[in-house]
Each structure stands twice: as C-alpha cells, then as structure tokens.
C-alpha cells in the first residue's frame, strides 16, 4: 500500500519487508538475501487464474491486442509470462521498473501511451484487481476500466469502475 501510494521505493519495500520479517521472528539472517531467494523462487512460480487462459486465448482470436501492465519486478514478471505460456497471446508487458514510474501515478499511463500511440480511451479497457494501483491508475489517465473482484469486496474510495466482474469470462461479453 505504502508503494502505490508511493511513500516508498521498490528497492525499499523488497528488502524492508525482510527487515521486518526477520525481526519479527528475531532471526539473523541477511535480509537482501532473503529478498534475493524470493524473487528467483517467485520468477519460477506461475499460478494461473481461474479461465485466465481460455479468457486470453479468446480475446486475442477476436483480435484483440492484450498487455500487461505491471508495478512487478521486471525480472519476475517476465520470467512468469514465459513460464505461464500466456506471452504468446501478449503484445508486450508495461513494467513499472522499466517505465520509470509505477501505477497508478498518470506517468505510468503516459509512459504506455507513449509505446502506443494508438492507444485510446475508446479503444483500450485496463482490467486489474487492484483497486489502489489498476482502477486508480486507470482513473488517473482517464482510461476506462474493469475491476476483477471475485470476493466481491466493496469500492472503498472514490474510485470509478466501469465494470465489475468477479469470473475473468465475464470480460468475454464486455470486450
């Protein structure tokens, strides 16, 4: 939350978050190594939504043109999108690290727009599942979006959705 918010680093969090781990557990270990391991396990992982898959592969035969848009380590994300077997539906990935901004600050989006020039209010939806960085970043650049919700949580800002869904084929009658 302190990340989207942007009152921290990513090179902050992932190493503070062991920090913190370690002490709360009052083991000695390094935390900068610890935060190493994880992010070499977590680019090995790929843990597939429900129907994410059978979701993907229909809106790209549609001919829709899917991203990814993503505040994730960039060796991580890209790791996993091979690794899910998903890139081959992907145009490309938009990584916070590599983009020099994170969602949901505006930059981020502008970023995006910049690699897309074609990219339009009308012709995109952003769909996410967070509320703080994909709906409010999608708010911030003025893109229209969809929330995936499966615990059917309730909006808790003023944040807008243009859609709710709570299954992933929901998006098939959206798009």
């Given at each position: 939350?302190?990340?989207?918010?942007?009152?921290?680093?990513?090179?902050?969090?992932?190493?503070?978050?062991?920090?913190r781990f370690?002490?709360?557990?009052?083991?000695?270990?390094?935390?900068?190594?610890?935060n190493r391991?994880?992010?070499?396990?977590?680019?090995?992982?790929?843990?597939?939504?429900?129907?994410?898959?059978?979701?993907?592969?229909?809106?790209?035969?549609?001919?829709?043109?899917?991203?990814?848009?993503?505040?994730?380590?960039?060796?991580?994300?890209?790791?996993r999108l091979?690794?899910?077997?998903?890139?081959?539906?992907?145009?490309?990935?938009?990584?916070?690290?590599?983009?020099?901004?994170?969602?949901?600050?505006?930059?981020?989006?502008?970023?995006?727009?910049?690699?897309?020039?074609?990219?339009?209010?009308?012709?995109?939806?952003?769909?996410?599942?967070?509320?703080?960085?994909?709906?409010?970043?999608?708010?911030?650049?003025?893109?229209?979006?969809?929330?995936?919700?499966?615990?059917?949580?309730?909006?808790?800002?003023?944040?807008?959705?243009?859609?709710?869904?709570?299954?992933?084929?929901?998006?098939?009658?959206?798009?």
């Open positions: 939350a302190a990340f989207d918010c942007g009152e921290v680093t990513k090179e902050f969090l992932t190493v503070e978050r062991y920090v370690l002490n709360a557990l009052k083991l000695d270990r390094d935390p900068v190594q610890c391991d994880y992010l070499a396990a977590l680019g090995q992982s790929v843990y597939p939504l429900p129907h994410a898959e059978e979701v993907c592969h229909a809106l790209a035969q549609r001919g829709h043109r899917l991203y990814i848009v993503t505040n994730a380590v960039a060796s991580v994300q890209r790791s091979e690794r899910s077997g998903f890139s081959r539906w992907f145009q490309g990935a938009f990584i916070s690290e590599e983009a020099g901004a994170s969602k949901p600050s505006k930059a981020y989006f502008d970023y995006v727009r910049a690699q897309l020039p074609e990219l339009t209010a009308e012709n995109c939806l952003v769909i996410g599942d967070s509320l703080s960085s994909d709906i409010k970043g999608a708010n911030n650049a003025g893109l229209p979006c969809c929330w995936f919700n499966p615990k059917g949580q309730p909006i808790t800002e003023k944040l807008h959705a243009d859609y709710e869904i709570s299954d992933l084929r929901q998006l098939l009658e959206i798009v």
